[in-house]
T-cell receptor, first 113, second 115 residues
């Protein structure tokens, strides 16, 4: 099982770009990398998923280097409403089963005016 | 969002009570999940149902009993709980068989307090 390591917290200001890095040194060949966002007392919300190189959607970008031992979630021009906990999830259900659904402690992002 | 709904949103119960949490998904998914999130702890996967069959049970105490009558509904039956079971209980659904960890859609959760 790939374990993940993220910074416990990060601070930013409105309008800045925020990059949150997740380390997953033991990532397996079939594992994908998925990021979720969670606001207090709400369920997590899917942000983005990738396998290698770069993935971009309307919300964020995900950068994955060639060795795939880390990944970086990039949030462009954050606003106050981006204050939340961000989770990096690494795994593959088809090959590793549902025990691969291991959420870590996440990164608490605080965006200030 | 109304894709995954959970009721009740808040529940206070005594240790001798029996109650049930309900989850309903309107996304046409074929997998449903129960998670527990205690204060300042990571989400813990409790149960998984895929195609209405239980496929994962992460050593959850028997005082928690899941039920999945069809692909759209999931219940968590609670009895003789302990105060340490107080937590946010989250339901999620996904289309099983996708790459990676399947994109999960979470409900708003039920905040459970056991007195």
């Amino acid at each position: 099982l790939a374990k993940t390591t993220q910074p416990i917290s990060m601070d930013s200001y409105e309008g800045q770009e925020v990059n949150i890095t997740c380390s997953h040194n033991n990532i397996a060949t079939n594992d994908y990398i998925t990021w979720y966002q969670q606001f207090p007392s709400q369920g997590p919300r899917f942000i983005i998923q990738g396998y290698k190189t770069k993935v971009t959607n309307e919300v964020a970008s995900l950068f994955i280097p060639a060795d795939r031992k880390s990944s970086t979630l990039s949030l462009p021009r954050v606003s106050l409403s981006d204050t939340a906990v961000y989770y990096c999830l690494v795994g593959d259900i088809m090959n590793s089963g549902y025990s691969t659904l291991t959420f870590g402690k996440g990164t608490m992002l605080l965006v200030s005016p | 969002e109304t894709g995954v709904t959970q009721t009740p949103r808040h529940l206070v119960m005594g240790m001798t009570n029996k109650k049930s949490l309900k989850c309903e998904q309107h996304l046409g998914h074929n997998a449903m999940y129960w998670y527990k999130q205690s204060a300042k702890k990571p989400l813990e996967l409790m149960f998984v149902y895929s195609l209405e069959e239980r496929v994962e049970n992460n050593s959850v105490p028997s005082r928690f009993s899941p039920e999945c009558p069809n692909s759209s509904h999931l219940f968590l039956h609670l009895h003789t709980l302990q105060p340490e079971d107080s937590a946010l209980y989250l339901c999620a659904s996904s289309h099983a068989g996708g790459p990676g960890t399947d994109t999960q859609y979470f409900g708003p959760g039920t905040r459970l307090t056991v007195l």
